[in-house]
């Protein structure tokens, strides 16, 4: 059960949802300008994982999750953000968001989403600068507003293979129709960067984005490209290690070595929602062109909303294109001093290898929405990991079996204001 400080954590939370928030009235719209705004969103979860040996993580941010650490866990999911836009002038915005939520410490803080400025230079094009969403998902502008999306978290398995997910720098957009159609073609380029527990940065240097929506009557579709240079620390004394065996170990490193790594992204999906029914898929790839390996991912959504009750039904599934072991650095000619420390070097790079979640996931739920702006939903996840993959499981114990399964049961309450 949740210790005394998670109890306290959830009670300040809900406690936050129950104020009123300043918010612009629906005349104020008319007014003139300059006007500010403010909203805010957020979810309470609780989440129990039948994996008592590791502890399930949506992305490797993260410090811990329900499984071993916790029976039932709180910090996946629930977070709380707010909002606030300046319309300065008819053209130009400023949108500042902040979300409270778990960080890689383990405890909650906030933490700056969004900061921007937004100039409409016409009614079609508009350009952005400052800390954005980077655009590589459907869902990347309101995947922690629970409120928005059908399931409880966006599926771990395609949403985990980017898990950063702004950019500080700019971008533009530009908004178009043709017939019955309209077509908004997005392009942005910055620069990324997140804290792994207990390691140092992971950044994402002279990343660009070129996306682009197609949206008709009830149908949405998008595309998205992307590329970048990876450039990770905590993985220089292991590849260090290997070039200090000559030619055949800087070999090893130049091949997967993650410091200034390139990486490519592909994405896309569509959705159809022309009623009580709706489904959504999407799939991407990723070639992080180091020891991250290549990835192929998707997702399939479907549900129906009967009245304030909806179910629905997610599978989703991703692949490691790339090998999970290599040969690493030949043993029978080495000096006899040598050949344990090339055997540690060889052993922690599969492990490396190994240690890409390969999974699938069915899950199944039911969202209920009991008042404007609320709901409340219950999810239980199937999941199968492959290929002796850990998965998406952390802080993993002596007894836990690469390739197993686990059932994880959630519990949300969404809202927005």
């Known amino acids: 059960m949740p210790n005394k400080r998670s109890l306290a954590v959830l009670a300040v939370l809900a406690a936050l949802t129950a104020i009123p928030l300043i918010t612009t009235p629906a005349t104020a719209q008319q007014q003139p300008f300059p006007r500010l705004s403010f909203d805010a969103f957020g979810t309470l979860g609780l989440v129990h994982s039948s994996e008592a040996e590791a ?15 916790e029976s039932i866990g709180h910090g996946l999911d629930s977070r709380l953000g707010g909002q606030a836009t300046f319309d300065v002038t008819s053209k130009l915005t400023t949108i500042v968001q902040v979300v409270l939520e778990q960080n890689d410490e383990g ?17 079609a094009l508009t350009i952005r600068a400052g800390r954005l969403s980077n655009s590589a998902f459907m869902t990347s502008d309101y995947r922690k507003v629970g409120f928005a999306n059908p399931w409880v978290r966006p599926p771990v398995e395609l949403y985990g293979i980017v898990p950063v997910y702004t950019i500080d720098g700019a971008d533009a957009s530009y908004r178009l129709h043709i017939g019955d159609w309209t077509t908004t073609l997005g392009a942005n380029f910055g620069y990324s960067q997140a804290d792994l527990p207990g390691r140092s940065d992971v950044e994402l240097k002279n990343a660009w984005n070129v996306n682009a929506t197609f949206e008709r009557g009830p149908f949405t579709g998008r595309v998205a490209v992307a590329s970048g240079e990876i450039h990770a620390d905590s993985f220089a004394p292991l590849f260090d290690g290997f070039r200090a065996f000559g030619p055949e170990g800087a070999e090893i490193a130049d091949r997967f070595d993650v410091e200034a790594a390139r990486f490519q992204f592909a994405s896309a999906g569509g959705a159809y929602d022309a009623g009580p029914w709706f489904t959504m898929a999407e799939v991407a790839w990723v070639n992080q062109h180091s020891v991250l390996g290549e990835r192929l991912a998707g997702q399939v959504t479907g549900g129906y909303r009967w009245g304030s009750i909806t179910p629905y039904a997610v599978y989703s599934r991703s692949e ?19 050949i344990e420390t090339a ?54 114990q002596a007894g836990f079996e690469p390739g197993g399964s686990a059932r994880l049961v959630t519990l949300a309450f969404d809202f927005v204001l």
Do not use: C
């Not at 906030?110 to 016409?122: C, M």
């Not at 090998?323 to 001093?337: A, V, Y």
């Open 343 to 396: 055997a540690t070097l060889n052993a922690t790079l599969n492990g490396i290898l190994r240690s890409t979640p390969v999974q699938q996931t069915l899950a199944v739920g039911g969202r209920w929405d009991f008042m404007p702006g609320m709901s409340l939903k219950l999810q239980v996840d199937f999941i199968d990991v492959l290929d002796d993959s850990p998965g998406t499981f952390i802080n993993r």
């Open 107 to 123: 405890d909650y803080a906030p933490n700056l989403e969004w900061a921007d400025v937004s100039y409409a230079l016409t009614p």
């Open 55 to 69: 502890d399930f993580a949506w992305s490797p941010f993260q410090p811990d999750g329900p499984g071993h650490t």
């Open 320 to 338: 490691l294109l790339s090998e999970s072991s290599d040969p690493g650095l030949s043993l029978e000619d080495l000096p006899p001093e040598q």
